[in-house]
């Protein structure tokens, strides 16, 4: 199957409709420890809150509870941090773990963050006919239901993909600042989300839906 396009909405308008609030989930941030070479094998002998199992991983993973987060630490230094809220809570969480490192005698400093994808979601209150979406938009979306529940939307200016559900659960990723997912969900709320609100169908089994639209197309063959 070829690869889908990706949709540009630079031109379209953002609605002036109340739209369900966008949520973020998670922030994947990186950052360097600056150093070359560390040696896990020794730190996570050493150290009991870092877990280190290279026949399974090649990282160490270390975790925290204030922010909740979960870092990666690989060889090379650099570090891979998840399951912050905010951009601000990320950088917070980072700095935590290289201060954690210093204080058990690790000699690493903190360098280069960046955000590498912020994971939203969104809750419609309706049912989506995803099936339509697919139909309407092919060249754009991406719809399989016996391989994944959900319909897959990717778009450009500014470039992140949505994942919409039956249920009307929307997840948006790809982006690296909160500012273009909110600015994405509002020029696509109107097009892509609301005009395709089932009214008829208020199921939001993704399994019941695929069967509908499974025995629908079987009858018009």
Do not use: W
């Not at 912050?84 to 954690?100: G, V």
């Amino acid at each position: 199957m070829p690869a889908k396009s990706k949709y540009n909405i630079s031109q379209l308008a953002k609605t002036t409709l109340d739209v369900p609030e966008v949520n973020v989930e998670n922030c994947v941030a990186t950052f360097s420890l600056g150093v070359k070479h560390l040696n896990l094998r020794r730190i996570s002998q050493r150290l009991c809150f870092c877990d280190f199992n290279p026949p399974k991983f090649a990282a160490m993973t270390i975790r925290i509870k204030d922010p909740k987060t979960t870092a990666l630490c690989f060889s090379s230094g650099n570090m891979v941090c998840t399951g912050s809220k905010n951009i601000t809570e990320s950088l917070l969480a980072c700095r935590k773990y290289t201060r954690l490192l210093q204080k058990h005698g690790i000699p690493v400093c903190f360098d280069g963050f960046k955000i590498q994808n912020i994971v939203a979601s969104v809750a419609c209150p309706f049912p989506l006919k995803l099936a339509n979406i697919a139909e309407d938009h092919g060249p754009y979306v991406s719809y399989e239901p016996n391989l994944f529940p959900g319909a897959v939307l990717r778009v450009e200016n500014p470039k992140v993909v949505f994942l919409m559900f039956r249920s009307g659960k929307i997840i948006i990723t790809g982006a690296r600042d909160i500012k273009d997912i909110k600015k994405a969900f509002l020029s696509v709320y109107e097009p892509f989300v609301l005009k395709y609100q089932d009214r008829d169908d208020l199921s939001t089994s993704s399994s019941s839906y695929r069967m509908d639209i499974k025995q629908k197309r079987q009858r018009l063959k």
